[in-house]
């Protein structure tokens, strides 16, 4: 099994930047993809990013492109999501997520784990 938490949500400006980080326990090994998805009121989860937990190949929703970037320790237990020049419309909870059975996928049902959430809110 493998556990998700993730941390650095908050309050930002438009054109801030935040780190999102998610802390990953368990049986990691078993672990092929790591990914950011958000859920915004009223609208679907959503793909943001996606890293191959082995070689770090990245893929990012074409909303994020140039903003934000996702990494992996060198542990591999650890996940980042780098948020620069955020917008308003960035506003969500953001999860992290891991899948057991995908080297990388932007489908929500691919993943196996999922943290709890934590809050992204960038004011205008």
């Known amino acids: 099994q493998v556990q998700l938490v993730e941390s650095g949500g908050g309050l930002v400006q438009a054109g801030g930047s935040l780190r999102l980080s998610c802390a990953a326990s368990?049986?990691?090994?078993?672990?092929?993809?790591g990914a950011w998805f958000r859920q915004a009121p009223g609208k679907e989860r959503e793909f943001v990013a996606g890293?191959?937990?082995?070689?770090?190949?990245?893929y990012y929703a074409d909303a994020v492109k140039g903003r934000f970037a996702i990494s992996r320790d060198n542990a591999k237990t650890m996940v980042y999501l780098q948020m620069n020049s955020l917008k308003p419309e960035d506003t969500a909870v953001y999860y992290c997520?891991?899948?057991?059975?995908?080297?990388?996928?932007?489908?929500?049902?691919?993943?196996?784990?999922w943290g709890q959430g934590t809050q992204v809110t960038v004011s205008s």
């Open positions: 368990g049986r990691t090994f078993r672990t092929y993809a």
């Open positions: 997520a891991g899948s057991t059975r995908v080297v990388l996928s932007t489908t929500p049902t691919h993943y196996d784990y």
């Open positions: 890293i191959r937990w082995s070689g770090g190949s990245t």
